[in-house]
């Protein structure tokens, strides 16, 4: 029987402690308790999206009449969508907890510390513990500008901003990558004045240039400030306690007043603490640095998920903990990890898998480009959602998908018809050939295939 300990309880974790249990291990996982579920389910994935939805209800509630519906809009109460949130989130730690005494997996609440001279053994308070094989699976957390005013009062993270508990009249937000756009998207529901300053010249820059410049006007069409190829250069506290935060704008200085500062610049990995130096363990700029199957430089060690510095998203833990389990038990796992998709949670949804247009260019490789919109597909018009949504699909010239780009209600669920067709490798014919229900959204598929 294999002994394997595992360091960290969120989506790289946690089911792959399940999983190696029911594969006959002896599994040990170390987190603190108030953390089961790791990021995702804590202040990432799960939270973000319960206030997601709150939003949605806010805008349908906003646009009733429209249906019909008469709706009182006199008041929201941001505490008792906390309150929603948090309860949420217990919910599913319950089950997680579940789930790992129903697999028979040990549960060590505390932070692991690598044994200094005893290879693949780790310590968590008086214990210690060997194994045939480690995994690391620790996470990241929000990272921070190098900018002064960064830790003034009032600036938020990812994190902090889940605990508000009353409404900023005015919220500027540093980043508009995935994390800042949604929160911009979420608070500009809930009726804060909301900016988005960027330092690149697209906002959503891991997305195909259609969809970020799409996106853009949407969001302003919601009265979102976005400002692009705007480097921030401080944080500064007015005499009122409002923050001004300063930027670079076309070669001058220019700034924006708000009430609360949520910076959303990305995510480095949590390594602290572990002496991952001491268990020779090789760290880079972006994170512990692995090989094809997960392996870090010291032998019967691996780290997954956001840790590694690769992909920080939360289903890529998980297939990354299925990946490193199977070569740890000597199994092949088959999964393709370059089919990856994303989701944006912005009002529109966002969501890609595969190549970006640009990417495809840069390969040098033949396509073709297949568009649709939401415009001409009835049910879309039914739910009001005809105007934004988009379809694109990259085709390359044996008739294969090489990417799908899609921005518009239900995009975060449509795109994983892309994500089955390019695990197959299946062609625009497969697609055409494929009966779609009607009306349905993924109805759009036919239309772009067709293009």
Same mark, same amino acid.
């Given at each position: 029987?294999?002994?394997?300990?595992?360091?960290?309880a969120?989506?790289?974790?946690?089911?792959?402690?399940?999983?190696?249990?029911?594969?006959?291990?002896?599994?040990h996982?170390i987190?603190?308790?108030?953390?089961?579920?790791g990021?995702?389910?804590?202040?990432?994935?799960?939270?973000?999206?319960?206030?997601?939805?709150t939003?949605?209800v806010?805008?349908?509630?906003?646009d $009733?009449?429209?249906?019909g519906?008469k709706?009182?809009?006199s008041?929201? +109460?941001?505490?008792?969508?906390?309150?929603r949130?948090?309860?949420?989130?217990?919910? @599913?730690?319950?089950?997680?907890?579940?789930?790992?005494?129903?697999?028979?997996?040990?549960?060590?609440?505390?932070?692991? &510390?690598?044994h200094?001279?005893?290879?693949?053994t780790?310590?968590v308070?008086?214990?210690?513990?060997?194994?045939d094989?480690v %995994?690391?699976? &620790?996470?990241?957390?929000?990272?921070?500008?190098p900018?002064?005013?960064?830790?003034?009062e009032?600036v938020?993270?990812?994190d &902090?901003?889940l605990?508000?508990?009353?409404?900023p009249?005015?919220?500027?937000v540093?980043?508009?990558?995935? %994390?800042?756009?949604?929160?911009?998207?979420?608070?500009?529901?809930? =009726?804060?004045?909301?900016?988005?300053?960027e330092?690149?010249?697209?906002?959503?820059?891991?997305?195909?240039?259609?969809?970020?410049?799409r996106?853009?006007?949407?969001l302003?069409?919601?009265?979102?400030?976005i400002?692009?190829d705007?480097p921030?250069?401080?944080?500064? &506290?007015?005499?009122?306690? +409002?923050?001004?935060?300063?930027?670079?704008?076309?070669?001058?200085?220019?700034?924006?007043?708000?009430d609360?500062?949520?910076?959303?610049?990305?995510?480095?990995?949590?390594t602290?603490?572990?002496?991952?130096?001491?268990?020779? %363990?090789?760290v880079?700029k972006?994170?512990?640095?692995?090989?094809? !199957?997960?392996?870090?430089s010291c032998?019967?060690?691996?780290a997954i998920?956001?840790?590694?510095? =690769?992909i920080q @998203?939360a289903?890529?833990?998980?297939?990354?903990?299925?990946?490193?389990?199977?070569?740890?038990?000597g199994?092949?796992?088959?999964t393709?990890?370059?089919i @990856?998709?994303?989701?944006?949670?912005?009002?529109?949804? $966002?969501?890609s *898998?595969? @190549?970006t247009?640009?990417? *495809?260019?840069?390969?040098?490789?033949?396509?073709?480009v297949r568009?649709?919109f939401?415009?001409?597909n009835?049910r879309?018009?039914?739910?009001? $959602?005809?105007?934004?949504?988009?379809?694109?699909?990259?085709?390359g010239a044996d008739?294969?998908?090489?990417?799908?780009?899609?921005?518009?209600?239900?995009?975060?669920?449509?795109? !994983?018809?892309a994500?089955?067709?390019?695990?197959?490798?299946a062609?625009?014919?497969?697609?055409?050939?494929?009966?779609?229900?009607?009306?349905?959204?993924?109805?759009?598929?036919?239309?772009a295939?067709e293009?």
């Amino acid at each position: 029987m294999k002994r394997i300990v595992i360091l960290g309880a969120g989506p790289g974790g946690y089911p792959t402690a399940v999983a190696a249990a029911k594969a006959g291990c002896e599994v040990h996982l170390i987190d603190d308790v108030s953390k089961l579920g790791g990021t995702c389910l804590c202040q990432g994935c799960i939270p973000t999206k319960a206030l997601c939805h709150t939003a949605e209800v806010l805008r349908h509630t906003a646009d $009733a009449a429209g249906y019909g519906v008469k709706a009182d809009m006199s008041t929201f +109460s941001l505490a008792a969508a906390i309150e929603r949130k948090d309860g949420i989130i217990s919910q @599913l730690q319950a089950g997680i907890q579940a789930l790992l005494k129903g697999a028979g997996v040990h549960f060590h609440p505390g932070r692991a &510390t690598f044994h200094p001279s005893q290879p693949r053994t780790v310590c968590v308070g008086d214990e210690t513990l060997t194994a045939d094989a480690v %995994i690391i699976a &620790t996470g990241s957390r929000p990272r921070l500008l190098p900018v002064e005013g960064v830790d003034a009062e009032g600036v938020l993270t990812s994190d &902090t901003i889940l605990r508000l508990t009353e409404l900023p009249r005015r919220l500027c937000v540093v980043g508009g990558g995935v %994390i800042g756009l949604e929160f911009a998207s979420v608070f500009s529901a809930f =009726g804060c004045e909301v900016s988005v300053v960027e330092y690149g010249s697209e906002i959503a820059p891991t997305f195909d240039t259609d969809i970020s410049r799409r996106l853009k006007p949407a969001l302003k069409k919601q009265g979102i400030r976005i400002v692009t190829d705007a480097p921030v250069t401080g944080i500064h &506290t007015l005499p009122d306690g +409002s923050l001004s935060v300063a930027f670079t704008l076309k070669g001058k200085e220019d700034s924006i007043v708000a009430d609360k500062v949520l910076m959303a610049v990305g995510r480095e990995p949590v390594t602290d603490g572990l002496q991952l130096e001491k268990a020779g %363990i090789e760290v880079g700029k972006r994170g512990i640095i692995v090989d094809e !199957h997960y392996r870090t430089s010291c032998p019967g060690v691996y780290a997954i998920g956001d840790v590694n510095g =690769g992909i920080q @998203l939360a289903h890529v833990a998980t297939f990354q903990g299925k990946k490193a389990l199977a070569h740890i038990l000597g199994h092949e796992e088959q999964t393709d990890m370059h089919i @990856l998709p994303a989701c944006l949670y912005t009002h529109p949804e $966002a969501a890609s *898998v595969g @190549l970006t247009e640009k990417e *495809v260019k840069e390969q040098g490789r033949e396509f073709s480009v297949r568009k649709a919109f939401y415009r001409a597909n009835g049910r879309a018009l039914t739910m009001d $959602a005809g105007m934004e949504g988009f379809f694109k699909l990259l085709v390359g010239a044996d008739g294969t998908l090489l990417g799908a780009h899609i921005m518009g209600p239900g995009a975060s669920e449509l795109i !994983h018809e892309a994500t089955a067709w390019m695990s197959c490798k299946a062609t625009v014919e497969h697609i055409l050939r494929t009966i779609h229900a009607h009306p349905t959204l993924s109805e759009i598929y036919l239309d772009a295939a067709e293009a």
